[in-house]
């Protein structure tokens, strides 16, 4: 199955951690991308810019509405994403678990919806 | 005599009743869709209610139930891939599979299926009703009187669950032995609420909680016999066996409550007696002390009575304060304190019982009440125990154990 681990970090608390401390997060990020790789479970990785980047979009009325601003304002962020393949739910947990976001902040969890799934049969 | 439609009846729901988990938990095994099976399964059930009182009931009623509704499953299986001809090869693998399964033992899952119902994905309140549906066959309204919810909100919760099994990849596994424990407590919690549902009933009159009870000591036999290296597993079943072995002295010939201290012990169960105390025995040699293992040392206590006369009640107060150090629930706190008032007095009994009286939880409580009405009738305060004896009648359904307590009650004026 694919699941997609969403990280969910303080960004404010991020963006106050010393140097030293911010390669260290960026050097256990690697060997955990290195670690998904050799096993063969990664399938897309990525890190998001900060929400003060993000700009939201919506359709009102017919009108468009363009925020400058995430789409909830919360303690925790999206701050990136994996893709990953795994048996079952446990060897998700399991690889979750081992990110380094798992310490720092939320890692949610959410099984793909494949396609073949929920496309209506013809 | 039983007419031919009859019993082929009570042999389809002696089958279900025996099987229901053992099939669902097999069928659902590979697929994870735990809903699919149930309903394959009902299918087959509507069919052999309909088929063995004309046919008679077939020497494997198991095999047969089975075959259904694997055909069920398949079909339905087939329907959808000859739908996408790229899946061709699918199909020719699924029927393989299926054909090779059929002159195979069929493997027992259940235990798989239970740890899969008790995992941490699962939310922890359905654990239990999950293991009890999938694995029993009650209905959602059964369960939802057991866990004193609405039928419709349990059914919700149960539909949920299912389809988070199915759609989070919720293996079908019996976890390793470092992940083991809290998904072990799961288990035998669910057990053990079913147990206990079926035993507050002792005049067995609900039909239904009756095998709640009943269908709490299969399943704790199975946990054990399949998990025989853990303590706890082992000490559930002494626990339930040490209960069910006084089930009929719970009760007068007139369908009186009878309390233990007054039952008569040549009525309760030698035998299964004895194989509470070699179970418990066998879960002390792990030198691991949990709380079943404990619970079942208080009844192996009160056991005893039966070889010596009396009561040990200081090896009483002992457990029930090793019990309050690892549970530490008001319900243990009741028990430590009747013990106590044993031990030291129904004046120390009845200050650890106030003590407790802060917890707004109590106060529908009827033990609570009904031994804080003991020791206050105990000390001669006639008016606090009548008050408290009311409180505890009050909130009492079982009408044998109402008729006690009103007696008691006026016993209190003479």
Not at chain 1, 37 to 64: F, H, M, N, Y
Request: aromatic share 6%; charged share 25%.
């Amino acid at each position: 199955m694919r699941y997609m681990l969403m990280i969910n970090n303080d960004e404010s608390a991020l963006a106050a951690m010393p140097i030293e401390k911010t390669q260290q997060m960026s050097a256990a990020y690697s060997a955990y991308t290195e670690a998904l790789k050799k096993s063969g479970a990664w399938l897309a990785g990525e890190r998001l810019r900060p929400t003060q980047a993000t700009t939201s979009v919506r359709i009102a009325d017919g009108k468009t509405n363009v925020i400058d601003g995430p789409y909830a304002d919360t303690k925790e962020q999206l701050a990136g994403f994996y893709m990953i393949e795994a048996a079952d739910i446990d060897t998700a947990i399991e690889w979750a678990a081992r990110c380094p976001a798992a310490s720092t902040g939320t890692v949610e969890l959410r099984p793909i919806w494949e396609m073949a799934d929920y496309l209506p049969k013809t | 005599m039983e007419s031919r439609p009859e019993i082929a009846r009570a042999a389809a729901e002696a089958a279900a009743r025996q099987s229901y988990g053992k099939l669902v938990a097999w069928l659902a095994a590979r697929t994870r869709d735990v809903a699919a099976a149930e309903d394959a399964l009902a299918d087959a059930f509507a069919a052999a209610l309909e088929r063995w009182p004309k046919s008679g009931v077939p020497e494997k009623p198991e095999a047969w139930l089975l075959a259904v509704a694997r055909r069920r499953r398949v079909d339905a299986v087939r329907r959808r891939l000859t739908r996408e001809a790229a899946r061709d090869h699918l199909q020719l693998i699924a029927e393989e599979i299926e054909a090779r399964m059929t002159d195979e033992e069929l493997p027992d899952e259940r235990l798989r299926l239970m740890f899969a119902c008790a995992h941490p994905a699962i939310e922890p309140g359905v654990r239990a009703p999950l293991i009890l549906q999938t694995v029993l066959g009650f209905d959602a309204a059964t369960i939802a009187s057991a866990f004193l919810v609405s039928p419709a909100t349990m059914g919700q919760r149960l539909v949920r669950a299912k389809a988070r099994i199915r759609e989070t990849g919720i293996p079908f596994r019996v976890p390793e032995r470092a992940e083991l424990g809290e998904r072990l407590d799961a288990v035998l919690e669910a057990i053990y609420a079913a147990f206990a549902e079926g035993w507050s009933d002792p005049a067995g009159t609900e039909t239904r909680r009756r095998n709640l009870a009943t269908e709490g000591i299969w399943l704790g036999r199975l946990v054990a016999t399949l998990m025989p290296q853990e303590p706890e597993a082992l000490g559930l079943l002494a626990l339930m066996l040490f209960a069910e072995a006084r089930r009929t002295a719970r009760r007068s010939a007139e369908g009186d409550f009878v309390p233990l201290a007054e039952q008569d012990c040549d009525q309760w169960d030698r035998a299964l007696i004895d194989e509470a105390e070699a179970l418990l025995s066998h879960a002390a040699a792990s030198g691991v002390v949990g709380r079943y293992q404990l619970e079942a040392a208080v009844q192996s206590a009160h056991a005893a009575r039966r070889l010596t006369g009396r009561t040990d009640w200081p090896a009483i107060r002992a457990l029930y304060d090793a019990l309050f150090s690892i549970v530490g629930s008001p319900v243990v706190a009741i028990n430590r304190a009747v013990a106590l008032a044993e031990t030291e007095g129904a004046m120390a009994g009845l200050a650890a019982l106030y003590v407790l009286g802060d917890d707004k939880r109590l106060d529908e409580y009827q033990p609570y009440w009904a031994a804080r009405a003991g020791l206050l009738a105990k000390l001669g305060q006639v008016p606090q125990a009548s008050e408290a004896y009311d409180r505890a009648i009050g909130l009492e359904r079982d009408p044998a154990v109402r008729r006690f307590l009103q007696g008691k009650r006026a016993a209190l004026r003479n």
